[in-house]
């Protein structure tokens, strides 16, 4: 069974950095892998994902200020924010999918419900203030 965990959120004020981390339990080959996030009151979007090969996708509203890598050997996968504002208030999710084309991995993050695919973790939540 596949279990997912984040964990390093916090609370920053802006321009401040986080590094979020996620864990996976199990059989962890993923073709694709991702974080999405989740504003209190609204849908969850995606933020950015990673395919196996290393090849990644952005957001507009991230790049540049996020950065994603992830570690087959260890599992896991990591998200560094730097420069954060307001508006990236959120709870964070991390989410993987056993098998994929590296164009559907790129195209996740901007589907009308990411939650459709893959396995999902809990969440952690991530607050910056002005």
């Known amino acids: 069974q596949v279990r997912l965990r984040e964990s390093g959120g916090g609370s920053v004020q802006s321009g401040g950095t986080l590094r979020i981390t996620c864990d996976s339990f199990?059989?962890?080959?993923?073709?694709?892998m991702g974080w999405f996030r989740e504003p209190a009151g609204k849908k969850r979007e995606g933020v950015v994902s990673v395919y196996r090969d290393g090849s990644t996708n952005y957001i507009e509203a991230v790049k540049g200020r996020f950065s994603i890598s992830r570690d087959d050997i260890q599992n896991i996968l990591y998200l560094q924010m730097t420069n954060l504002k307001p508006e990236d208030t959120a709870m964070y999710y991390c989410?993987?999918?056993?098998?994929?084309?590296?164009?559907?991995?790129?195209?996740?993050?901007?589907?009308?419900?990411?939650?459709?695919?893959?396995?999902w973790g809990q969440g952690t939540q991530v607050t910056v203030s002005s």
């Open positions: 199990g059989d962890g080959d993923f073709d694709c």
């Open positions: 989410a993987a999918v056993r098998r994929s084309a590296r164009a559907w991995c790129a195209d996740w993050i901007r589907l009308a419900d990411v939650r459709q695919h893959g396995y």
